[in-house]
C-alpha cells in the first residue's frame, strides 16, 4: 500500500482513482497529477516504484488545499459566518440545513444528528 497525504491507497486500485480517494482531490486533479508524473490511466498502485510513488507524493504535496488543510479551511469558513453573524451561521449553530432546503417535511436527518460529535 502507498501512503500519500496521510491516506492508505489500496494496491489493486487504478493510480488515478486511489488518488480520488484523498480528501480534495477528485477527478481532474488526479488526472492532472498522473499526466505530470508521466503515468497512464491504467497503471495500478501495486506496479509502482518507490521513485514514482514519492513523485506522486511531491504532486500532492503541492496541491494547495488536501485533507486536513481542507478539513481545517472548511471550518475556519464556518466560524467565520458564525463570528459574523451571517444567517448561514446561524443556521450551523442551530444545526439546521443553511442551503435552503425546507424544513418542515425534510431535514430530519440534519435535525437529528448532533453533527459536532462526528469530529
Known amino acids: 500500500m502507498a501512503y500519500i ?3 492508505y491507497l489500496e494496491e489493486r486500485k487504478f493510480v488515478y ?3 480520488q480517494d ?3 482531490i477528485g477527478e481532474t486533479k488526479a488526472q492532472d497529477v498522473c499526466a505530470k508524473c508521466g503515468l497512464g490511466l491504467n497503471v495500478k498502485i501495486g ?7 514519492s513523485l506522486l507524493a511531491k504532486e500532492v504535496d503541492i496541491i494547495d488545499k488536501v485533507e486536513t488543510k481542507l478539513t481545517r479551511k472548511v471550518q475556519e469558513d464556518i466560524k467565520r ?3 459574523i453573524k451571517a444567517y448561514r451561521g446561524r443556521r450551523h449553530t442551530q444545526n439546521l440545513p443553511c442551503r435552503g ?3 418542515h417535511r425534510n431535514a430530519q436527518t440534519r435535525k437529528r444528528f448532533d453533527w459536532r460529535s462526528m469530529g
Open 5 to 7: 497525504a496521510n491516506v
Open 17 to 19: 482513482k486511489a488518488l
Open 22 to 24: 484523498i480528501r480534495g
Open 47 to 53: 506496479s509502482l516504484t518507490s521513485k514514482e510513488i
Open 81 to 83: 459566518l458564525v463570528r
Open 101 to 103: 432546503q425546507r424544513t
